[in-house]
């Protein structure tokens, strides 16, 4: 008798061959048959009208600190994601030294605007090596987590402060190479770096002080164990782009490695250099070497408020310092402040056309409820005000918890992004899954992508996009016999409604650790998932406790 059954399915099994119809029998966590099954099995799913397809993998995320409360990396699963890349940018939850514990949470607050508060409370530090924490996180996995290690934290482990100072050392260098080794032992997947990324001091993180010679170093090590290096590139800089992607191209044929650069985005002022990229990349996988640009499916959207610093902000250090190093008693004294008022309005008024468009999204008192949907602009002309005061005003009135929508604002060109889309060079990641939680909700691009680009217009067919998230990154990423619906492979499986699925809208969730609360996406159409052979969530029951997935390295 086999354990699973999914029976009377559209069968999308990766390849990207045409669909059939078919069964897929699953017995002790493997794909066993896929084809006509009369054989009873302890449980059935019943997927007439529905696409099988294997599970979605993610190959971009910052599920690192969720995993220590959350073992589902909720609401990944919904999405019919079944396996998540934490560890990006430079950063991971591992190795560290007690001593540097603060340091790395500081990192992970700048960069990817997670809360001190969800640390302070969610976490329990019992690890320093990387062995402990992976040991640590697959205690109830109910999701594959396929981890790297950071260069970051890998540098501040052998160099302490120095490592925000300078170089290393030839025989630094030759200690981080051991310690890399023991990581990727122990179980990383690859290595992650990052060359433009800020601390919480807005200093660069560790790894943008590493030379060529310490990089090259360590991909020598990732070649002797078959792994893969990201890294986070330039991105607002064609021609720094290029130079990355020459570079990689060199990793790449010296040491035999796969890499990949993320995020590349194209808008329409950025069209002619986003091509120049994808054709740089082709002409060095003409070379033999193995460059993948990571683009996301969905549109930019950055939400914020004042007690959080938003990235938004960045280009303004007055706006962005306050929010950075104030407490929110701090930020609203200043704001009151006539003098620091006029000085930020002054330094914001360049970005007017921004402010007047921002919506206003939520607010906690029922006196502005009724001006939430309105642009600012929409909101001054009621107060005979402007978008920077009204701005200010709605903050203070609501205690910093006004919240503000910038929508839309790039990679939304259909007839762009497509293109990137189908690009054979072209992998579909950079979700930052579990990061910026109060900034905007990063999940559904697996839905944005089948619903929008597959079903909506048309841009990719439906066997195209399912492999561009299943076997591609498999293979990529080297996660062995996953991401196709074959005999002998881990049975991980996503089923969905490819009439209806899509990355459903946005709300708000209050499951952060200290009372957090975060943006997430409403999975629609995501009939059933399966991980490890086990129903891990379904649209009727809701999650599983099937406790299958695994640490992949």
Not at 198 to 207: A, F, H, N, T
Request: aromatic share 8%; with cysteine.
């Amino acid at each position: 008798m086999l354990d699973l059954v999914i029976r009377n399915g559209k069968v999308v099994d990766g390849s990207g061959l045409p669909a059939f119809n078919a069964d897929v029998g699953v017995k002790n966590g493997v794909i066993v048959k896929v084809g006509p099954i009369t054989e009873e099995a302890v449980e059935t799913i019943d997927a007439e009208g529905q696409v099988v397809a294997p599970g979605f993998i993610d190959p971009h995320t910052h599920f690192d600190a969720q995993l220590l409360w959350d073992g589902a990396a909720k609401p990944a699963i919904e999405h019919g994601v079944t396996t998540i890349v934490p560890g990006n940018c430079s950063l991971s939850l591992a190795p560290l030294k007690a001593e540097h514990r603060m340091k790395l949470v500081g990192m992970f607050n700048q960069i990817e605007e997670m809360p001190h508060k969800a640390f302070a409370e969610g976490v329990e530090w019992n690890w320093e090596t990387f062995e402990e924490f992976v040991q640590r996180i697959g205690r109830g996995l109910n999701i594959n987590v396929a981890p790297l290690v950071g260069h970051s934290v890998l540098r501040l482990w052998v160099m302490g402060d120095d490592s925000m100072k300078r170089i290393a050392s030839p025989s630094e260098t030759q200690s981080m190479c051991d310690l890399l080794s023991e990581c990727l032992e122990a179980g990383a997947i690859g290595l992650s770096t990052s060359f433009i990324d800020m601390d919480e001091r807005l200093q660069p993180v560790p790894s943008r002080y590493a030379d060529p010679q310490e990089l090259d170093a360590l991909c020598a090590v990732l070649a002797q164990h078959n792994k893969i290096l990201q890294v986070v590139h330039e991105f607002y800089d064609t021609d720094l782009t290029l130079a990355r992607v020459d570079q990689l191209a060199d990793i790449s044929l010296k040491h035999g490695i796969n890499t990949t650069l993320s995020p590349l985005f194209v808008d329409r002022n950025n069209a002619a250099g986003a091509q120049k990229i994808v054709e740089r990349v082709a002409e060095q996988t003409a070379r033999g070497a193995r460059v993948w640009p990571q683009v996301q499916t969905r549109p930019i959207d950055i939400s914020f408020n004042f007690s959080v610093p938003s990235l938004l902000f960045v280009r303004l250090p007055k706006w962005y310092a306050l929010m950075r190093f104030n407490e929110p008693d701090q930020i609203m004294a200043n704001l009151k402040d006539q003098n620091t008022r006029n000085t930020l309005i002054a330094e914001a008024q360049s970005m007017m056309p921004l402010w007047n468009n921002l919506v206003l999204r939520q607010v906690v008192s029922e006196a502005n409820q009724e001006l939430v949907g309105k642009t600012l602009k929409e909101i001054a002309a009621l107060r005979q005000s402007d978008a920077l005061n009204v701005m200010i005003d709605l903050s203070l009135e609501e205690s910093l918890e006004a919240h503000f929508l910038s929508a839309d604002m790039g990679h939304n060109d259909d007839a762009l992004v497509a293109p990137l889309l189908k690009h054979p060079n072209v992998m579909i990641g950079a979700s930052d899954g579990g990061a910026h939680i109060l900034s905007f909700a990063t999940y559904g691009d697996t839905g944005y992508l089948l619903g929008h680009f597959v079903r909506d217009t048309a841009h990719l067919d439906l066997e195209a996009a399912v492999k561009k998230i299943t076997a591609d990154p498999a293979n990529l990423w080297g996660m062995g016999n996953r991401g196709m619906l074959r005999e002998g492979f881990i049975a991980d499986i996503t089923v969905f409604d490819e009439s209806v699925v899509d990355r459903g809208a946005e709300y708000f969730v209050q499951d952060v650790p200290g009372d957090g609360y975060r943006y997430v996406r409403d999975a629609h159409g995501i009939h059933s998932v399966v991980i490890g052979g086990a129903l891990a969530y379904d649209k009727a029951n809701g999650y599983y406790e099937a406790h299958r997935g695994q640490v992949i390295g």
